[in-house]
Every structure is written in C-alpha cells, then in structure tokens.
C-alpha cells in the first residue's frame, strides 16, 4: 500500500521545481562551506591575550563569512520553496525549463559571489570608520595595519611622503580627529 502512494506522489510532483529545488539546496551548500572561517582561533587568542591585531584579514573573513552565510540562508529558502512549489503545483517534465532555470540560479551565485567583495568593503568601510571615531587608535604605532586602512579607503602613500602627512591624510579620510600618542583603546598592546 506504501508503495502505491509513493508512485502516485510521484506522478503528482513537479519534477522542474524539485530540480530546482536541489541545485538551490546544493549552492547554499556551497556557500555554507565558504562561510567557514579561517585562523579564527588566532584571533580569539589575540584578543583574550590584548593583542591588538596587525591586519584587516581577520575583520574581513568575519564580514566575508557574514555575508556568505546570508547568501546561503536565502538559497536555502528559495530551495524549500521550490520543493514545496514541486509538491503543490503538479505539472510535466520540461528538461528545458530544469536547464535553464539551473543555470540561472548558478549565474546569479556567481554574481552574488562577485558583487559580495564589494559589499565586504563597504560594510568593512562602515565599522572601521564607526569605530576609529569612537575609539582612540594609535595609527602610527600601527603603521602597517593603517596602510591597509588607506588602502581600503583609496589613501596610497605617495613617493616621498611622511609617515605623518600619510597618517594625518589617513585621519581625514576616516574624519578622526588627531589623538596623543599612546593614548590607550584599540591601539595599544599590553
């Protein structure tokens, strides 16, 4: 009797939306393992030890895993909705419509992937330059973690230039007022 009711099922199945519904499912998988941070334990480690860290990889592994795991919450819902879709809406076969429809759907991943870096930038933008303005920040005994800061920010050292012109331009890119030296918050190793 089970078996009946499971060839019946199938002949009321969308077999496009199921289809559909997998390749959603196998690309938020695909993003959920790219989500996966890495050297994370080495961050945690600097921050219990108040080290302050020497580069904007850890900040942007968080942010790029953020954005990745979103990706692939909103690919898994759109998969279980082409599953549900699969079960009541009940139509033929079109391979065409299976082929076409996964291929958009890996399209769109591949530009979703592209156009994240972009996003991981602005957003990186955003909470260094929140922040540097709420917290004191000591950029130049940090030079090599405010050279990736000018470079996020579109600040390249020009030939010849000070290391405190290229911190005060720096400064005024994120509109940080100059601070003492040494002055404690985020900047300062224990």
Do not use: N
């Amino acid at each position: 009797m089970l078996l009946l009711a499971a060839q019946d099922l199938s002949q009321t199945l969308d077999v496009d939306y199921m289809v559909l519904g997998l390749v959603c499912y196998l690309i938020a998988g695909v993003f959920m393992i790219l989500s996966i941070g890495r050297g994370r334990p080495r961050t945690r480690a600097q921050f219990v030890l108040g080290v302050s860290p020497e580069s904007l990889s850890s900040l942007r592994a968080s942010v790029m895993a953020k954005g990745r795991s979103l990706v692939a919450a909103i690919y898994f819902v759109s998969g279980t909705t082409f599953l549900l879709a699969a079960f009541l809406l009940p139509g033929e076969p079109s391979p065409t419509k299976q082929y076409w429809g996964a291929g958009l759907l890996m399209v769109v991943a591949a530009l979703v992937m592209f156009l994240l870096d972009g996003h991981v930038r602005r957003v990186m933008r955003s909470h260094l330059r929140q922040e540097l303005t709420a917290q004191d920040f000591t950029f130049e005994d940090h030079i090599g973690l405010t050279r990736e800061i000018g470079e996020l920010f579109g600040i390249e050292p020009k030939q010849g230039e000070t290391l405190d012109a290229y911190v005060r331009a720096v400064r005024e890119a994120l509109g940080v007022t100059a601070t003492s030296r040494g002055g404690g918050g985020y900047g300062v190793r224990r």
